[in-house]
């Protein structure tokens, strides 16, 4: 067993004292939020979204006039393409 390899271990434990620390004079208990330029927008953006309706009741008003009027007509291949294009859409 090597005893200098002991001191010299000991004497790299030691070497990392602290020394006194200083007081500051100036002490803030305030906390400070800062956002980003993006998360601005991004708040910004969500803020204006959720003004816009999730239903667009224009739309839904004319289909249901044609409905009712008998001249909705869709074709079956129509649906079949969008119900496919869909599906394939989630599965990316």
């Not at 030691?14 to 956002?35: H, P, Q, R």
């Not at 009741?57 to 409905?67: G, L, P, Q, S, Y």
């Not at 079956?76 to 859409?89: G, H, L, P, S």
């Amino acid at each position: 067993m090597r005893i200098d390899g002991f001191n010299k271990i000991g004497q790299i434990l030691n070497s990392g004292k602290v020394s006194k620390v200083k007081k500051t004079d100036a002490i803030s208990y305030g906390d400070k939020l800062e956002l980003s330029r993006t998360g601005n927008d991004y708040t910004l953006a969500k803020q204006v979204i959720s003004q816009i309706p999730d239903v667009r009741t224009d739309k839904i008003n004319e289909i249901k006039k044609r409905m009712e009027a008998g001249t909705y007509n869709v074709s079956m291949e129509e649906v079949a393409e969008k119900i496919v294009n869909r599906y394939f859409d989630e599965l990316i």
